[in-house]
């Protein structure tokens, strides 16, 4: 069964610092692995995914993250955080393969202080 | 990615009633899914909804309480039945674009009184 687990419920950073939200994931398969962000009275909006290949993926607002099998880990990062990338993050799993069950993480707030 | 719009954006309601969400998609997709995301939470799938086909549902959701109807490829509909306040939430729809890719639509915001 997979699982997956975010580090961390509530991060703040102030504007201009590092951005690390963790996640680590657990599947009997290799995972489809997908970071969404969730902006105040809106949807989720996919930031990035992992599915094969490059294991260093780049999303949307200069976020990144990389897939490491070793640590079972897909921890999403940016150099600089900015006001506007205060919101909600969740990590997703899927198992691939058109099962199509992704599990998503519980989210971990994003703080941006001036 | 496809666009999707759902209706309505929020909606207050009182215990008992009924309310229907729609969901409408700008191309034609196979799967579409169904979320609930209580406050303060994370999603929970509540079913999948594909064409010409009754929806398959998660543990601990029935069709009695959450009838599903997906009459085309661009559309479905959600309906809350019976509603109580513990039925307050966002309720989302998805559609998969490939690889389990999912794109979501603004969310449906209810609170039931």
């Known amino acids: 069964a997979q699982s997956v687990t975010q580090l961390g419920s509530h991060v703040s950073v102030s504007e201009g610092a590092l951005v690390l939200l963790r996640c680590n994931y657990s599947?009997?398969?290799?995972?489809?692995l997908f970071w969404y962000v969730q902006y105040p009275n809106q949807g989720l909006q996919l930031l990035l995914k992992?599915?094969?290949?490059?294991?260093l993926v780049k999303g949307i607002n200069g976020f990144e993250a990389e897939f490491k099998k070793s640590e079972t880990s897909f921890h999403l990062t940016k150099p600089s955080a900015h006001m506007s990338d205060a919101a909600e993050y969740f990590c997703?799993?899927?198992?691939?393969?058109?099962?199509?069950?992704?599990?998503f993480g519980a989210g971990t707030r994003l703080f941006v202080k001036a | 990615s496809a666009v999707i719009s759902q209706k309505p954006s929020r909606d207050i309601c009182q215990r008992g009633t009924s309310l229907t969400i729609q969901c409408q998609v700008d191309?034609?997709?196979?799967?579409m899914f169904w979320y609930r995301q209580q406050p303060g939470q994370s999603l929970t799938l509540i079913a999948t909804?594909?064409?010409?086909?009754?929806?398959?549902?998660e543990s601990g959701f029935v069709i009695d309480k959450f009838p599903i109807s997906r009459p085309n490829l661009t559309f479905s509909t959600l309906t809350v039945s019976n509603m109580s306040p513990e039925d307050s939430s966002i309720y989302l729809c998805?559609?998969?674009?490939?690889?389990?890719?999912?794109?979501f639509g603004p969310g449906t915001r209810l609170l039931v009184l």
């Open positions: 992992y599915t094969t290949g490059a294991t």
């Open positions: 998805s559609v998969d674009e490939g690889q389990e890719t999912q794109y």
């Open positions: 191309s034609q997709v196979t799967m």
């Open positions: 997703a799993v899927s198992e691939g393969g058109g099962g199509f069950k992704t599990i």
């Open positions: 909804a594909n064409q010409g086909s009754e929806a398959t549902y």
């Open positions: 599947s009997s398969v290799p995972p489809y």
